[in-house]
Nanobody, 128 residues
Framework: QVQLGESGGGLVQAGGSLRLSCVVS????????MGWFRQAPGKEREFVAA????????YYADSVKGRFTIARNNANNTMYMQMDSLKPEDTAVYYC?????????????????????WGQGTQVTVSS
């Protein structure tokens, strides 16, 4: 059974930083392309960033490009997202997701329905 667990969320002031982690168990981590999505109150879940199986390919939403950095360590089954220069509009529940699709494609990587497995989410709150 595949399980994903996020950590690292919290409350931070605007301009601050947080680092999210997502640990995957139950299947070989390198078989998954991975992604981060977020959902703010009253809004739909939106794509944030994605990373390919080896980490050689990454893709970001325009709203976070240049501020967030996605990474993975296949040796310890963990994906990360370093979030810098945080803004109040970054406030949301952040979810990690895992996909078994085998062709790296930014359009697919940014589409929630391409991901088979999801974590429970971690809250990120940015105060102004």
């Amino acid at each position: 059974q595949v399980q994903l667990g996020e950590s690292g969320g919290g409350l931070v002031q605007a301009g601050g930083s947080l680092r999210l982690s997502c640990v995957v168990s139950g299947r070989t981590f390198s078989s998954f392309a991975m992604g981060w999505f977020r959902q703010a109150p009253g809004k739909e879940r939106e794509f944030v960033a994605a990373i390919s199986w080896t980490g050689g390919g990454t893709y970001y939403a325009d709203s976070v490009k240049g501020r967030f950095t996605i990474a993975r360590n296949n040796a310890n089954n963990t994906m990360y997202m370093q979030m810098d220069s945080l803004k109040p509009e970054d406030t949301a529940v952040y979810y990690c997701a895992a996909s078994l699709y085998r062709t790296w494609n930014p359009v697919r990587a940014s589409t929630a329905r391409e991901y088979e497995y999801w974590g429970q989410g971690t809250q990120v709150t940015v105060s102004s």
